[in-house]
């Protein structure tokens, strides 16, 4: 019922920016809580942040406190990810998800986006 497709990943050295858009279709965007993970190379899939439906509440992984910002724009079906003070260990593949609740658990995400690679180099 939703489709997320993600744009925004590329190479970046240390202590740069990057900044995600992750574009929702439909028109109950509004409805679903929304997720960043990522996924580096022979690792787990980790949580990064979650925004609330309204964009109320934002929750953060601590090693992205301070330096990553999540916000949506309910009414262009869109969720962000602003990173700023990347590090090499940020490298990973980035996703945007849906959930029907707050949750940093992958397993409770409903749809997802395609992925999109963030290299930082040092």
């Known amino acids: 019922q939703v489709q997320l497709v993600e744009s925004g990943g590329g190479l970046v050295q240390a202590g740069g920016s990057l900044r995600f858009s992750c574009v929702a279709s439909?028109?109950?965007?509004?409805?679903?809580?929304m997720g960043w993970f990522r996924q580096a190379p022979g690792k787990d899939r980790k949580f990064v942040a979650y925004i609330s439906t309204g964009g109320a509440s934002t929750y953060y992984a601590d090693s992205m406190k301070g330096r990553f910002t999540i916000s949506r724009d309910n009414a262009r079906n869109t969720l962000y990810l602003q990173m700023n003070s990347l590090k090499p260990e940020d490298t990973a593949v980035y996703y945007c998800a849906a959930a029907i609740k707050l949750t940093v658990l992958a397993y409770e995400y409903s749809y997802w986006g395609q992925g999109t690679q963030v290299t930082v180099s040092s």
């Open positions: 439909g028109r109950t965007f509004s409805s679903y809580a």
